[in-house]
C-alpha cells in the first residue's frame, strides 16, 4: 500500500514539474511562424513578464499582447498594433516537442488570431534581447 502511495505521489510530482518547465521554457523566448494571409514569416517574442509582441520577418511590430501562461494554458490579449484584436482575450492550450510550439484554441472571439495560430507549428527562434 505504501509503495502505490509513493508511486502515485512520484507521478503527481513529475506532472507538476513538466507544467512548471513548460512555464519556464516560454519566457524569453521566440517562436517563428508563417502566415499565409500575410505572405510572411512571423515571430512571436514571449517576455519575460506578462508581454509578448509579434514581428514581422523584416522587424515591424504587428501586435503587441498581455500574455499570462498559467500550466499549459496560454491567455493573450492584445493592446496595440496594425493587426491587433480588440475583441477580447483568447485562450489556447500550448503544447511544447522539442523546438515546436503548438497552440491549440480553447476560446479566442477574435478570428484572425486564431486563424493564423490554432493548430500551427512554431519553431523556437533565438530571442532578442
Same mark, same amino acid.
Not at 14 to 36: E, I, N, P
Given at each position: ?11 503527481? =510530482?513529475?506532472?507538476?514539474? #513538466? /507544467? $512548471? &518547465? ?11 511562424? !508563417? ?26 511590430? =504587428?501586435?503587441?499582447?498581455? #500574455? /499570462? $501562461? &498559467? ?11 496594425? !493587426? ?46
Amino acid at each position: 500500500m505504501h509503495k502505490l502511495a509513493a508511486i502515485f505521489f512520484f507521478v503527481f =510530482v513529475m506532472a507538476g514539474a #513538466s /507544467r $512548471l &518547465q513548460a512555464q519556464q521554457t516560454l519566457k524569453g523566448t521566440a517562436w517563428k511562424f !508563417y502566415v499565409d494571409a500575410l505572405h510572411d514569416t512571423l515571430t512571436m517574442h514571449i517576455g519575460l513578464a506578462d508581454t509578448s509582441y509579434t514581428t514581422t520577418s523584416v522587424g515591424d511590430v =504587428v501586435v503587441r499582447s498581455v #500574455s /499570462r $501562461l &498559467q500550466n499549459d494554458t496560454l491567455r493573450m490579449r492584445d493592446f496595440a498594433g496594425e !493587426y491587433y484584436c480588440p475583441d477580447g482575450e483568447g485562450v489556447y492550450r500550448i503544447s511544447i516537442e522539442g523546438d515546436y510550439l503548438t497552440f491549440f484554441m480553447i476560446s479566442d472571439p477574435c478570428t484572425n488570431r486564431s486563424d493564423a495560430i490554432n493548430g500551427v507549428k512554431f519553431r523556437k527562434a533565438t530571442a532578442s534581447k
